[in-house]
Structures are given as C-alpha cells and as structure tokens.
C-alpha cells in the first residue's frame, strides 16, 4: 500500500453527513483503483465503495444510494460522500489503493497505510 492519510471523520445522528477524504502526497493516484473499506469493533472488514482508473464505481448493496465514491486526480485524493447515515455504519474507515471491485474478500486483502477515520452515528 502507498502511504495515505484518512480524515473527515466524526459523530453524527442518524440521517446526517459526513465527507471522508483520503489524501497522497508525492505521487498521483490517477492511476490506481481505489477504495474504502470499514471495520467496527469485533466484526470483519467490510468493503465499502470502489473507483477504478476509469471511474466506474461499485458499492456494497447496503450503502447504495446513500454513499458516493470519487476521486479528484488534481487534489490527489479520493472521497466518499455519506449520505442519511444509520447507526450501523459506525466504523472506522479506510481507504487503500488496488480494489477496483468492492468485496469483503478485497477488504481484508489490503491492509490499509493510515490509521484511518472514525465514524460514529448515533440514533
């Protein structure tokens, strides 16, 4: 993995907001698939979202409609837009280059190279 950095992170209610970033430095992303994945505590890696290096997207079947991937190649850095959150989206984000195709099998493949991002939805 190449050294990114999550952010965007935070406590929101029920049916609010929240945009994740995911920003590179010294290199340019235009060329890499890339993707979000999540992990709450004490259950499996989740795959979330997926872009790949010709914009097609992919998303898992509970956040479709809710969540938008994108990546911005000037600003190198990718986003994902969340969207009438639910408290089963708590989680900690992350974000990882090489998953053009969101699964949970890709998700636990790739172990991320930030820390990632918190998110909290409270009812």
């Known amino acids: 993995q190449v050294p990114l950095v999550e952010s965007g992170g935070g406590s929101v209610q029920a049916g609010g907001s929240l945009r994740l970033s995911c920003a590179a430095s010294g290199y340019s992303l235009s060329r890499y698939c890339m993707g979000w994945y999540r992990q709450a505590p004490g259950k499996e890696r989740e795959g979330v979202a997926a872009?790949?290096?010709?914009?097609?997207?992919s998303y898992r079947d509970s956040v479709k409609g809710r969540f938008t991937i994108s990546k911005d190649n000037a600003k190198n850095t990718l986003y994902l837009q969340m969207n009438s959150l639910k408290v089963e989206d708590s989680a900690m984000y992350y974000c990882v280059t090489d998953m053009c195709w969101v699964t949970d099998e890709a998700a636990k493949a790739l172990d991320a190279w930030g820390q990632g991002t918190l998110v909290t939805v409270s009812s």
């Open positions: 872009i790949d290096s010709d914009g097609s997207t």
